[in-house]
């Protein structure tokens, strides 16, 4: 006998192990996120908790935000400072330098062969696992062992401007956690301009050369205008995963060991950011409800950039934010 | 003379290219060049000089794929359990994110249903949305469920987790390879009175099984390179992952600068990635944008 299904459940048949895993690892988080902001959910009354979850021991509070609002959490003005920093100075490298990568890369240079060998060289930080990532960094910026400060004095940068650590000193370590998430992000930015600028007509671009314009006015005058969809694209999106990233910046300046010392030195050489500080109060300080305080600010401003996004791309522009509209 | 001077603007010009091509791509690279340089060359090396250069060729360093190594970490530390973690986790993500996306993406592609559109905008905003942020939730969330501190039950409790958070990208980029296969060729099986489950395991699946191969190899990467949820909610040492194992060894860099064993363990475990990633870099590339990196 043949099971019929009703045309109507059937989709839905194929779609449940979807819904459950969303509602497992996304939604269900996000409404305890909101949830546990509210409360003083912490080491004290954590095994309770877990228990049973409307135990008496846990307490509905708006002190949480009072405390970040109203600046009352000593460190929070410090981290506001490093997260603007942290985030504009990336965007900067991730929409912007990448786009004069792309250019470069992908217009200026017309040798096949050097233009996907530095393709692929700057799709290695991307690729290669975080954990080496950061080791390689680690190692790159060691005065003692590393190359940086080599690298530095050779084409000319006096002693006394290198520092005895990148990782300890700012405003060096700053540019650091920068570039280390820079090179990163670069290939984001890289990747969808490339593809955007492949798909410009070559009709357009040859009759301007034909005209007499130079490269450098084609990517002035063509190019960079037919990119500003692309470029809006990345920086929107890249706003909101670098408000949210602190992945490489736990793994060079956190504690290692163990994640009660999850800050690290972070706070002393500068570079504790938002999401860094709320992954700290929760897993170094255990004080749940306000890492989720901290978080959910975060979710916040991520739906309404998200919501903002869909405004301005709309749909088609969000799923296939490459193609160029000439 | 106009033809002179044209030709030398043009050449003027091809220079400034040129130059701009080396300042903006090739000088940045160059870091990247020498820690790749200095990750080969320092495990293959007793010591190396002036940062890159190997001298005094050895296998010693990788010693650790055949005997135990002493590290400060541990004394007599064999990788291979954590080489079976790391592939537990991994195969375990991917077999998830393979089974139900491939059914999720065909739905989304092919049927027609309420709330298809509101479902597909659903799944993008999910893939804007940085998961990092839940961290927190989650890891009440696994306490809650008792998948905490649970030996392998908590590491099958994360790969739930990682499964659940690459899903919906996962199935976005099954329904793409389900969108190009063209129609008739499915009208045809049904109308030939093929069932609906027929014609998906038949005559789609092995079209799509390019799609499926690009979504597992993804998956399987990301669980391999997967580390803040192994480091925030693994709290028994036997279950760590190689990622994991790496760190606390870097974190020991101070005390034991064991910089030659360290990298030929970190070029073991990229070694997977970087296979991959050289004979399936088209494909992974359309994938890698879509990641949570910043």
Redesign the interface.
């Known amino acids: 006998m ?1 099971l019929r299904v009703g045309r ?1 459940i ?3 048949l ?2 449940t ?2 819904l459950v ?2 509602l ?3 939604v ?3 409404i ?2 909101v949830y ?1 902001g509210f409360t003083d959910l912490s080491y004290r009354n954590f095994l309770a ?2 228990e049973n ?1 409307f135990t008496s021991k846990v307490h509905y509070t708006i002190s949480n935000f009072q405390r970040i609002l109203g600046l009352k959490d000593p460190k929070i003005a410090e981290v506001i400072r490093t997260t603007v920093i942290y985030v504009s100075g ?1 965007l900067a490298i ?1 929409a912007f ?1 990448s786009l ?2 792309s250019i ?2 992908a217009y ?2 017309r040798n096949e062969i050097a233009s996907m060998i ?1 393709r ?13 990532y ?7 910026v060691d005065p003692r ?4 400060n ?2 530095l004095s050779a084409v000319g940068v006096p002693k006394s401007w290198l520092p005895q650590s990148w990782i300890l000193y700012t405003p060096y370590s700053r540019i650091l956690m920068i570039m280390i ?1 820079g ?3 670069a ?2 930015g890289m ?2 301009y490339t593809a955007a600028i492949k798909s410009i007509p070559p009709d357009l671009i040859n009759a301007a050369l034909v005209d007499g314009a ?3 006015q084609v990517a002035r005058r063509i190019i960079v205008p037919l990119l500003k969809w692309p470029m809006l694209f990345v920086t929107a ?2 706003t ?8 490489y910046i ?2 060079v300046w956190g ?3 163990a ?1 009660s010392d999850a800050y690290g030195v972070a706070s002393e050489s500068g570079v504790l950011v938002w ?1 860094l500080y ?2 700290g109060k ?2 170094a300080e255990k004080l ?1 409800g306000y ?2 305080a901290l ?1 959910m600010i ?2 916040v401003i ?2 309404a950039l ?1 919501i903002l ?2 405004k301005v791309f709309g ?1 088609r522009r ?2 296939e934010p490459s193609k160029v509209e000439v | 003379m106009p033809a002179k001077n044209r030709r030398t603007r043009a050449l003027l ?1 091809k220079t ?2 040129i130059i ?2 080396i300042v ?3 000088i940045p ?8 340089a ?2 080969i060359a320092q495990s293959f090396s007793a010591r190396v000089i ?3 250069l190997p001298s005094g060729f050895t296998l010693s360093n990788w010693r650790f794929l055949w005997t135990r190594v002493s590290t400060v970490y541990e004394a007599g530390l064999s990788i291979w359990p954590y080489v079976a973690n790391t592939l537990y986790l991994a195969l375990g993500v991917a077999g ?1 994110v393979v ?3 491939s ?2 993406g ?3 592609s092919r ?3 309420k709330g ?2 509101k ?3 659903f799944i ?3 893939h ?14 696994l ?2 469920m008792g998948l905490y501190g649970r030996g392998y039950v908590t590491l099958t409790g994360i790969m ?2 990682k ?3 690459e ?2 990208m996962a ?1 976005w980029i099954i329904k793409g390879f389900f969108d190009n296969i063209p129609w008739d060729l499915e009208w045809a099986a049904l109308v030939d009175g093929c ?2 489950w027929k014609v998906w395991r038949y005559i789609i699946l092995p079209l799509v099984l390019p799609g499926i191969g690009a979504v597992s190899i993804f998956s399987f990467l990301s669980g ?2 997967e ?2 949820l192994v ?2 909610y693994v709290s028994n040492e036997k279950l760590y992952t190689l ?2 194992l ?3 060894l ?4 101070e005390s034991m ?1 064991q ?1 030659g064993l ?2 030929a363990m ?1 070029l073991f ?2 070694l997977p ?2 296979i991959f ?1 050289s004979t399936s ?1 088209k494909l ?2 359309r994938i ?2 879509g ?4």
């Open positions: 043949r109507g059937l989709p839905w194929f779609l192990p979807l895993m969303i497992i690892a996304w269900g988080p996000l305890l996120t546990l908790f877990i979850f990336t991730n330098f004069l990568l470069a890369i200026f240079l530095l692929v060289t700057w799709l290695l930080p991307r690729v290669t696992p975080g954990v080496i950061a080791l390689m960094w680690v190692w790159f062992y590393g190359m940086m080599t690298l998430n090179y990163v992000g290939s984001f990747i969808i130079s490269d450098f999106w890249q909101l995963s670098l408000l949210a990233s602190y992945e736990l793994m504690g290692g060991r994640t999401s709320s992954y929760a897993f749940y890492a989720s978080s975060l979710v991520g739906l998200i996004y869909f749909f969000m799923m | 010009r400034a290219k701009v091509i903006v791509a090739v690279a160059i870091p990247i060049w020498i820690m790749y200095w990750l002036q940062g890159i998830l089974l139900v996306s059914m999720a065909y739905a989304l049927m027609e249903f298809r559109m479902m597909m905008e993008i905003a999910l804007a949305f940085p998961s990092v942020i839940l961290l927190i939730a989650l890891f009440i969330l306490n809650k739930i987790v499964a659940g958070l899903i919906p199935s069932s609906r391999w390179s580390f803040l480091y925030t990622p994991v790496i760190y606390y870097i974190s020991d860099l600068p910089w360290l990298t970190g475990y990229t990635v970087l990633f870099q992974l590339l890698y944008v990641g949570v990196k910043g």
